[in-house]
């Protein structure tokens, strides 16, 4: 349950940068020859700034689009009311025009 309070970039960059450090050390345990173990702290603190800053400003640069979608949506959603709005009252006022102009011709054919 705690793991919903932390925010969704927080707990990626967490596990992105675990998976990185356990390969940083699986590499210089098995690989590396003469591995510099006073660099593996810094590089993970490194990786831990430079991921997670890159996963806010990602995530947050996402809310905005949805932000600017959800509104476009909306205001599309706005005028297609206006154009429905505008459509029933042109049909309204044209069937006016063709009941008077029928009286009209009523009118004049007596």
Do not use: C
């Amino acid at each position: 349950m705690k793991s919903k309070k932390i925010p969704h970039w927080l707990r990626e960059t967490l596990s992105v940068v675990g998976a990185m450090s356990v390969l940083l050390i699986a590499y210089n345990l098995v690989v590396a020859t003469h591995a510099d173990w006073t660099l593996v702290p810094i590089q993970i603190v490194v990786a831990l700034v430079a991921v997670g800053a890159w996963r806010f400003l990602s995530e947050r640069s996402q809310k905005r689009q949805r932000m600017v979608a959800q509104k476009q949506a909306e205001a599309a959603k706005r005028q297609a009311e206006v154009r429905r709005q505008a459509e029933r009252q042109a049909a309204s006022q044209a069937k006016v025009r063709r009941q008077r102009n029928q009286d009209q011709q009523r009118h004049h054919l007596k």
